[in-house]
């Protein structure tokens, strides 16, 4: 059992950074892919970003490639989103999950066997 708590959304302005945190507990971390998803209001659950076991392999999707950065801290059991030039369309619960499946599976929400229950971001314009 692996148990995920994300940590640091809130309120931005347009063309501001937050940064997210992702504390897990229980199972080994340093096994498991780490991944971050999306839902907003009347949307369904996306895929944001996802990195590797040491942190080599990191996976994005096209509308956050180049303005977001995954990494992990195996040694505080922790993985980070860096948020940077967000945009009101970022606006959503952001989740941290965790998968054992291969990392060409990552990006597929139903591969993942842990999730945290969310962090609120909210973008104005």
């Known amino acids: 059992q692996v148990e995920l708590v994300e940590s640091g959304g809130g309120l931005v302005q347009a063309g501001g950074s937050l940064r997210l945190s992702c504390a897990a507990s229980?199972?080994?971390?340093?096994?498991?892919?780490m991944g971050w998803f999306r839902q907003a209001p009347g949307k369904e659950r996306e895929f944001v970003a996802a990195?590797?076991?040491?942190?080599?392999?990191?996976v994005y999707a096209e509308s956050v490639k180049g303005r977001f950065t995954i990494s992990r801290d195996n040694a505080k059991n922790t993985v980070y989103l860096q948020m940077n030039s967000l945009k009101p369309e970022d606006t959503a619960v952001y989740y941290c999950a965790a998968t054992s499946a291969n990392i060409n599976l990552v990006k597929v929400k139903s591969k993942y066997d842990y999730w945290g229950r969310g962090t609120q971001v909210t973008v104005s314009s």
């Open positions: 990195i590797g076991w040491s942190g080599g392999i990191t």
């Open positions: 229980g199972r080994t971390f340093s096994g498991y892919y």
